[in-house]
């Protein structure tokens, strides 16, 4: 059974920074669409930061310079370092992971099998 749990969500004020961790269990990282979305409230899921097949990181144009996703396969876990916060990032996010390998982008919600609960990021200006 897959289960994706993710943590280090919090307040912070804007400008601060915060580091979201997400782990995997019952999962092989492969050659897998894999990523973050977040949510706010009365807004659609979006891509934050996902990874394709062939490693390439696709990051949401509000986000880039800011945030910074990384993987680690020998720990199963993925990262999220986000910096400089804005008002506008307060959503909750959550991570995904996909178990077919896609020849196209991973940013469309729809193609994930797999989902954690989410952890709330609210930034205060």
């Known amino acids: 059974q897959v289960q994706l749990q993710e943590s280090g969500g919090g307040s912070v004020q804007q400008g601060g920074s915060l580091r979201l961790s997400c782990a995997a269990s019952g999962y092989t990282f492969r050659r897998y669409c894999m990523g973050w979305f977040r949510q706010a409230p009365g807004k659609e899921r979006e891509a934050v930061a996902t990874?394709?097949?062939?490693?390439?990181?696709t990051y949401a144009d509000s986000v880039k310079g800011r945030f910074t996703f990384s993987q680690d396969n020998a720990k199963n876990t993925l990262s999220l370092q986000m910096n400089n916060l804005k008002p506008e990032d307060t959503a909750m996010y959550y991570c995904a992971a996909d178990s077919v390998v896609r020849y196209s982008s991973c940013t469309y919600s729809g193609l994930y099998d797999y989902w954690g609960q989410g952890t709330q990021v609210t930034v205060s200006s």
């Open positions: 990874i394709d097949n062939d490693g390439s990181i």
